[in-house]
T-cell receptor, first 115, second 114 residues
């Protein structure tokens, strides 16, 4: 049973346009959400996160939106750049406030930004 | 500041054998988590070590075990290897209760079981 779902295995966009990556979750205990970027032969790198008490978090070109009622979040990248081409993972965890963070990941979406 | 390192980078084993994977955490980090990423899947949580004690475990059988040392480096041991254990094994280090966003991943060890 997949608790975090990324239903688009791949996405292709033109440089300068917006990239929108989607993620759905089923576990109501999740209240902290993260996006990671992964290049080949490297580990995932943290990109941006959002707590369930917010519905939007912005960091430069990256914005994450959270719709708790729909159990849906999305990552917007504007403008997209060729260097953004990577696999993007959505992850979620209950935010226990302690040191015990078990991230549950989606399968990832391969983003390709064409020059 | 040295990042998270893992060794070896690649490994080939045969079914039934045992394997040990190693992870050196980032300087100042006392928590290490291990993940298994099968082909085409996202990373799946195996277990976490905090100050040398297991601090949570995912849905993996007991033949997956670990250790954390006083310098906070860690080992993942897998006994009686099965073909389905073929995967990329990632470790991530963090500093205690610094928040889930502060997990830093190593590049992984790719294990192939024949």
């Amino acid at each position: 049973d997949q608790q975090v779902k990324q239903n688009s295995p791949s996405l292709s966009v033109q440089e300068g346009r917006i990239s929108i990556l989607n993620c759905d979750y089923t576990n109501s205990m999740f209240d902290y959400f993260l996006w990671y970027k992964k290049y080949p032969a490297e580990g995932p790198t943290f990109l941006i996160s959002i707590s369930s008490i917010k519905d939007k978090n912005e960091d430069g070109r990256f914005t994450v939106f959270l719709n708790k009622s729909a159990k849906h979040l999305s990552l917007h990248i504007v403008p997209s750049q060729p260097g953004d081409s990577a696999v993007y993972f959505c992850a979620a965890t209950p935010n226990s406030g302690g040191s015990n963070y078990k991230l549950t990941f989606g399968k990832g979406t391969l983003l390709t930004v064409n020059p | 500041e040295t990042g998270v390192t893992q060794s070896p980078t690649h490994l080939i084993k045969t079914r039934g054998q045992q394997v040990t994977l190693r992870c050196s955490s980032q300087s100042g980090h006392n928590t290490v988590s291990w993940y298994q990423q099968a082909l085409g899947q996202g990373p799946q949580f195996i277990f976490q070590y905090y100050r040398e004690e297991e601090n949570g475990r995912g849905n993996f059988p007991p033949r997956f075990s670990g250790l954390q040392f006083p310098n906070y480096s860690s080992e993942l041991n897998v006994n009686a290897l099965e073909l389905d254990d073929s995967a990329l094994y990632l470790c991530a280090s963090s500093q205690g209760a610094s928040g889930p966003q502060a997990q830093y991943f190593g590049p992984g060890t790719r294990l192939l079981v024949l």
